[in-house]
């Protein structure tokens, strides 16, 4: 049976037809966008790109801020027979935007005026894009083409054959590439996801099996476009069922942009959200900041509050069991009084977050479920569509620190290092068999056929089965810490952990290479290390710094306020502290905000082996003295 994207929005377009699909803000209030408006707008841009000249099978990609014309201009990609190639508006022209767009061979472009200064930077080193499509209004140079412009141009191919056009589209096949999505690129290089047609509308229908979305839900983008995970679950899921999308306003920069989310949620009323941890992180941050505003007695009643919820909560999955029953009207007074005013600042209609990206903190999860609007995390990545798990609101469908239950259909099994399939509740590798499945990596046979292997992908992911059927990630296998005697370690779950609960550290790697014990790469803090040390200067601040840093490590350690949350043995013996912190600028965070772990440990190779030579290992060493004189000034 056929299930290409094309299948699936035509056939919501037949059911949905007059109902909001998209809401842009234009001036001061959002607009709404019918199933069927966007289908005149996604055919009418699909039947430009073939008077351009573009064919089924050629590669267009898309370097924009979400937008309607984003979700727009892929639909009609496909409607042309095209692949789609969406880019990060966070690449730099320099090294990976230009590696991509070769890469992918791609002939046409679609480009945001806000990004089209990149493009015009490298034009001439991309003899193979033949177009560029302008999203917004600017002045064009020569070889651009305004989208406006192109839909005139749909329109008039439609009237001479838009029978023959619209064949096109609906001639893709499942197995059909539409799109080229590249990974970030945690571990390793990026490399091209192939995903097809049924890769796409499978995973659609296995997550649908998790968590249902009526036809009355919206939801409002705050993730990128480019990334899979808001591709599928944020307007793939919302096409299946009729649902309605809203997508950020775009400011003149980034950090404008970002300053529009909080208003735009008050604005557009959302009954689910798409978050990574980095956000989820930041939306905590801002409540926890609201409530001490309020005052002490305010900040103390909220943290009774919590503290009532989370014991009534217990693990999520056995909420309210027992004798947990008795603090029930307890629980309803603080959300009547507290929690209830949280979620107005997210619309008030507020259900749910879906958690996807890097591991969330079990705190994390306990925090958003007690004040009414859990974050049910999940797992998955690019080469699966992205989805594989996920915790839900359906009964016995979450518990805290897990990524939830497999979708249905799908084979999730955890093998040995010889590919041998072992038993609930024993560690492993993760691998997954499914038609959510990628069909490869873009011209890199090697990646591909060391990633799939006997029908399975091998994620390279270290986790485990419980028998009631909840996966747990521990990380992956490529940031094991490895020590000297070969016993293996997943650090990521202490790493968020520190960063969560120290505000003298900003972000931490720690490694262990078959060392003799393990050290870390520490960026602190500036401004709470400044606080601590008001009348300090010079060296002797410097000193008391690095005092400050090695204490928090301190905490785990035996005897200390957080002793035994992890094994002693890989806990860091020295640290290495850094000026400059680990960004999407210096290629050390990807674009989902994760560390880049093999880049950071290469950049600070010297650094890390200083650390097993006695005068490096010194807390108050030259090194990190240096260092921290240069960040406090």
């Known amino acids: 049976m056929k299930k290409t994207l094309i299948d699936l929005f035509e056939s919501s377009v037949a059911k949905y037809g007059a109902k909001t699909f998209l809401l842009e803000k234009h001036d001061k209030r ?16 699909g039947a430009g790109l073939a008077a351009l000249g573009i064919r089924p099978k050629d590669k267009i990609a898309i370097l924009a801020e979400g937008c309607n014309d984003w979700i727009v201009s892929e639909l009609g990609i496909f409607y042309a027979g095209g692949v789609s190639v969406p880019l990060s508006v966070k690449l730099e022209e320099s090294d990976d935007l230009l590696f991509r767009l070769r890469h992918a061979e791609a002939r046409a472009l679609f480009v945001s005026k806000l990004q089209l200064p990149k493009i015009r930077r490298i034009r001439e080193q991309l003899p193979a894009v033949e177009h560029i499509v302008v999203l917004g209004h600017i002045e064009l140079q020569h070889g651009e083409t305004a989208l406006g412009t192109l839909r005139r141009m749909g329109r008039s191919h439609l009237a001479a ?42 995973n659609v229908e296995q997550s649908l099996t998790r968590i249902d979305i009526p036809s009355w839900y919206r939801t409002l983008i705050i993730l990128p476009l480019d990334h899979c995970f808001a591709h599928v679950v944020g307007f793939y899921i919302m096409i299946a069922c009729g649902a309605t999308v809203a997508t950020v306003k775009v400011g003149q920069t980034p950090a404008e942009t970002l300053r ?26 801002n409540i926890e900041a609201s409530v001490r505003a309020k005052g002490a007695l305010a900040e103390r009643l909220f943290r009774f509050g919590l503290r009532t919820a ?36 997210f619309g008030g209609e507020l259900k749910f977050f879906v958690g996807g990206g890097a591991l969330l903190d079990s705190e994390l999860q306990r925090f958003f479920y007690a004040i009414g609007i859990p974050m049910f995390q999940g797992y998955g990545l690019s080469e699966a569509t992205p989805v594989i798990s996920t915790n839900s609101p359906k ?69 485990y089965l419980t028998e009631d059927g909840f996966l747990y990630v521990l990380g992956r296998f490529k940031s094991l810490l490895i020590a000297s005697d070969g016993e293996k370690y997943s650090p990521e779950g202490m790493e968020e952990a520190i960063v969560d609960k120290s505000p003298l550290i900003d972000q931490i790697v720690v490694h262990n290479n078959q060392n003799p014990y393990t050290t870390a790469l520490v960026v602190p803090n500036r401004e709470a290390l400044l606080r601590e ?12 710094a690095a005092d400050l840093l090695g204490a928090e490590i301190g905490k785990y350690r035996k005897g200390g306020v957080c002793a035994g949350q992890f094994p002693d043995r890989w806990l860091p013996s020295a640290l290495a502290i850094v000026d400059e912190p680990f960004s999407e600028r210096n290629g050390l965070v990807n674009s989902t905000m994760k560390i880049v772990r093999n880049k950071v440990e290469e950049r600070y190779r010297e650094r890390l082996d200083d650390l097993y030579t006695p005068e490096g ?7 990190n003295i240096a260092a921290l004189e240069k960040l406090l000034g």
């Open 617 to 623: 290992k010194a807390l108050r060493s030259e090194k």
């Open 260 to 285: 529009n989310i909080p208003q735009n949620i008050r604005e557009v009323k959302p009954h689910f959200l798409l978050s990574v941890p980095a956000l989820a992180k930041n939306f905590r941050k």
């Open 310 to 345: 989370y014991a009534y909560n217990a693990d999520g999955y056995d909420r309210g069991r027992g004798w947990r029953i008795a603090l029930a009207p307890a629980v309803g007074l603080f959300d009547l009084l507290l929690f209830r005013k949280v979620r107005e600042a």
């Open 161 to 202: 054959h838009e029978t023959e056009f619209l064949e096109t589209g609906r001639a893709i096949r499942n197995e059909d590439i539409a799109t080229i999505t590249y990974t970030s690129g945690t571990t390793a290089d990026p490399k091209g996801v192939v995903l097809t047609h049924r890769n796409y509308t499978a």
């Open 30 to 45: 959002f607009e709404p966008l019918t199933y069927a408006e966007t289908r005149v707008r996604a055919v009418e841009t």
């Open 395 to 463: 009964k016995h469908g979450h518990r805290f620190g897990s990524s939830g239950r497999i979708l249905i259909p799908l084979d999730v099994r955890i093998f040995d290092e010889e590919g041998r399939e072992l038993p609930h509740g024993q560690k492993g590798e993760i691998v997954v068999r499914g038609e959510n499945v990628m069909a490869g990596y873009w011209k890199n046979p090697g990646a591909t056929a060391e990633t799939l292997r006997g029908g399975w992908l091998h994620t390279g992911d270290m986790g």
């Open 533 to 544: 040390l008001r009348g300090l200067s010079g060296r002797e601040r410097a000193e008391a």
